[in-house]
């Protein structure tokens, strides 16, 4: 399965954003698909998740109320939607798949990763 992360750019702070995670060569279906970012001399972190088959999802807790996960099954792809965004939201955003229902925000347990896609916030 091959992943491609896209909707990433720069918005001032308050503003939204939507970002998309495609799949191909593959489906989510039994899937959990995560969205990480990773900013600037900082470790890879959570953002959000959600368990495909179940509709399930699972926050940060610096994200939550602001971020909402989805998803589209006829497009097989994930939304993430980031509103009132803050500059310490800015980093690079990665979509990743694992292959069971069973959540996880531990980043090595992810199988198949996107490429990622900047998000800047400016004050």
């Known amino acids: 399965v091959q992943l491609q992360a896209s909707g990433g750019g720069l918005v001032q702070a308050g503003g939204s954003l939507r970002l998309s995670c495609a799949a191909s060569g593959g489906t989510f279906s039994g899937c959990t698909v995560g969205w990480f970012r990773q900013a600037p001399g900082k470790e890879r972190e959570f953002v959000a998740a959600?368990?495909?088959?179940?509709?399930?999802?699972y926050y940060a807790n610096s994200v939550k109320n602001r971020y909402t996960i989805s998803k589209d099954n006829a497009k097989n792809t994930v939304y993430l939607q980031m509103n009132n965004l803050k500059p310490e939201d800015t980093a690079v955003y990665y979509c990743a798949a694992v292959g069971r229902t069973r959540y996880t925000q531990l980043a090595h347990e992810y199988d198949y990763w996107g490429q990622g896609t900047q998000v800047t916030v400016s004050s």
């Open positions: 959600i368990a495909w088959n179940i509709d399930l999802t």
